[in-house]
């Protein structure tokens, strides 16, 4: 990676330098970010997404050529800092009254999913003897809306840059995957459109899969599909603070009086978020639709930024002995959810 020496500069330069770094370091996040957004138009990378791209690209570009050392500041400003501005403004796609208005059992099944994501993933991984931080991540991604709750709880669990990084890269290839898995199967399975739609809402991983997937069945099962899938979205704050509870006591059991687990305060910002667009629309307080579509789609270009920011801090070489059992985890519980959730959609719908 290459470096800046400062011997030639001046103090005075050196200050002048260091906010001009920063912004270069995070204009290079956005620059990254717009590649990728127009790459994910073209036929066949519009499968994976923006934030898949941003994030291989950058691990891929990281390994051969690096990144100059004085823009490091921005790069982890937008893997830190607009990471959880996205996941603050993802709580407007969250519509609390919808899900209240269809009762309890949804997110019971949602917390039934998320349990059993995290169950199987921790359980194969524990088998595969595969690194638990790294399959925690995985587990928690599966169950609730991939990278993002990656990113959201990644802070809570104090898991490493490259571990976000990497768990939210492997979780974008096997959700993809099975996306179009399930697109594939969609004319072949004895499933009505909405049963398939609530299928798909309640296994695949990001948001993005669950339309994608969906799609196939037409209309009513990317509306089954994403309400089911907003059931898993809506436990992501009370799934974190749980998290946060676990990780105090294992630190006080271990004795660990100096470790601390800083409050997510922009989970709070995502609940409030999701009652704002909840309950403002036809209120004073409801938004122009221009601005509300600008906020709307900001998260994933905040994410892909993100990305950008996190994949610049992987090492593959250091991580490839490390990254094949999680995956190989997560792929068989991914598998299992599916078909366990399969079943019980075939039956009980």
Same mark, same amino acid.
């Given at each position: ?85 996205? %996941?603050?403004?993802? =709580? &407007?796609? *969250?519509? /609390?009254?919808? !899900? +209240?208005?269809?009762?309890?059992? #949804?997110? @019971? ?5 998320? %349990?059993?994501?995290? =169950? &199987?993933? *921790?359980? /194969?991984?524990? !088998? +595969?003897?595969?690194?638990?931080? #790294?399959? @925690? ?44 898995g399930y697109t594939v199967l969609q004319p072949l399975l004895p499933l009505t459109a909405g049963q398939y739609g609530i299928w798909s809402g309640l296994t695949l991983h ?106 610049l801090n992987v090492d593959l070489r250091a991580l490839k002995d490390k990254a094949l059992r999680p995956l190989a985890a997560m792929a068989a519980a991914t598998v299992l ?13």
């Amino acid at each position: 990676m290459s470096t800046l020496t400062h011997s030639t500069f001046t103090p005075k330069n050196k200050r002048f330098l260091q906010p001009l770094n920063w912004l270069c370091g995070l204009l290079l996040t956005a620059a990254v970010a717009t590649a990728a957004y127009e790459l994910a138009r073209l036929p066949g990378l519009d499968r994976l997404g923006q934030m898949a791209l941003a994030l291989t690209g950058t691990i891929i570009v990281r390994q051969f050529l690096g990144y100059p050392e004085r823009l490091r500041a921005g790069i982890q400003f937008a893997s830190k800092h607009l990471l959880r501005l996205a %996941i603050v403004l993802c =709580g &407007l796609r *969250l519509n /609390i009254s919808l !899900l +209240l208005h269809q009762g309890p059992a #949804l997110l @019971l099944q949602g917390a039934v999913t998320i %349990i059993l994501a995290v =169950g &199987l993933t *921790l359980g /194969i991984a524990r !088998l +595969l003897k595969a690194d638990a931080p #790294l399959s @925690l991540l995985l587990g928690i991604g599966t169950g609730i809306c991939g990278a993002a709750a990656i990113a959201a709880v990644s802070p809570i669990v104090k898991a490493r840059d490259e571990d976000t990084a990497v768990s939210a890269g492997l979780i974008a290839l096997i959700g993809t995957a099975a996306a179009i898995g399930y697109t594939v199967l969609q004319p072949l399975l004895p499933l009505t459109a909405g049963q398939y739609g609530i299928w798909s809402g309640l296994t695949l991983h990001e948001i993005a899969h669950v339309p994608l997937a969906a799609a196939a069945a037409g209309q009513d099962a990317i509306n089954a599909g994403l309400l089911a899938k907003l059931s898993r979205v809506l436990l992501l704050v009370p799934v974190s603070f749980i998290l946060m509870l676990i990780m105090k006591r294992r630190n006080k059991g271990n004795n660990a009086s100096g470790a601390t687990i800083a409050f997510p305060w922009f989970l709070l910002g995502f609940a409030a978020m999701s009652l704002f667009g909840s309950l403002s629309p036809g209120t004073p307080l409801e938004l122009p639709a221009h601005v509300t579509d600008q906020l709307l789609n900001a998260p994933s270009f905040l994410l892909a930024m993100a990305m950008v920011g996190l994949g610049l801090n992987v090492d593959l070489r250091a991580l490839k002995d490390k990254a094949l059992r999680p995956l190989a985890a997560m792929a068989a519980a991914t598998v299992l959810l599916s078909a366990a959730t399969y079943l019980l959609v075939h039956y009980v719908y």
